[in-house]
């Protein structure tokens, strides 16, 4: 039996047990969860271990291995909104450049902190994700206006926050 026609035969269930799981853990969507589903039955298809057994047998198996999936994802999770503004605090990052707990900073300061952020910046994508973070757009929202995934404004994010750190440890 082939992996894509088994794919085909099984998908419309593994989308309603993806649904059906995803109610109860908001932090992932259903295609998440699909494709969860679909890496597991690709190393299952693999090593021969579905080969013999009933459509019944491998959805189950699918169904215990996202159970499984979840469980282990959720206790070690960091979670990030997608619809608040970027800070991963719930602060935004221009709250961030303003506010440091050690100190208050006079405007002068933050304009230099500000500085360094944009210079930790690397490319023209930087930029860009940086000045709409700071209109403390969601970060869903700074990749639809951009046209790339939430998953790489993530990246482009955590890229300029760790340059950044990096910059300011040098000093």
């Known amino acids: 039996m082939k992996f894509e026609f088994m794919v085909k035969r099984l998908s419309p269930v593994l989308k309603r047990i993806t649904k059906r799981l995803n109610g109860h ?3 992932f969507d259903e295609e998440d969860l699909y494709q969860e589903a679909l890496t597991h039955l690709w190393g ?3 090593q021969g271990c579905i080969d013999d057994k009933t459509d019944s ?3 189950q198996g699918c169904y215990y291995h996202l159970k499984n999936h979840l469980r282990k994802v959720r206790e070690n ?3 990030v909104s997608l619809s608040e503004p970027a800070g991963e605090d719930g602060i935004s990052w221009g709250e961030m450049i303003a506010s ?3 100190s208050s900073f006079t405007r002068l300061e933050d304009k230099l902190k500000f500085q360094a952020i944009t210079d930790a910046c690397t490319s023209d994508r930087d930029r860009q994700v940086l000045k709409l973070l700071m209109e403390d757009l969601s970060v869903r ?3 639809t206006r951009l046209g790339i995934s939430h998953v ?4 482009i994010r955590n890229r300029i926050r760790d340059s950044y750190f990096r910059r300011v440890g040098e000093r």
Do not use: Q, R, T, W
């Open 25 to 27: 853990h908001a932090y």
């Open 44 to 46: 299952a298809y693999h």
């Open 57 to 59: 047998y491998i959805l």
């Open 77 to 79: 999770a960091v979670f």
């Open 100 to 102: 440091d707990e050690s």
């Open 141 to 143: 929202e700074v990749g």
């Open 152 to 155: 790489m404004v993530l990246k």
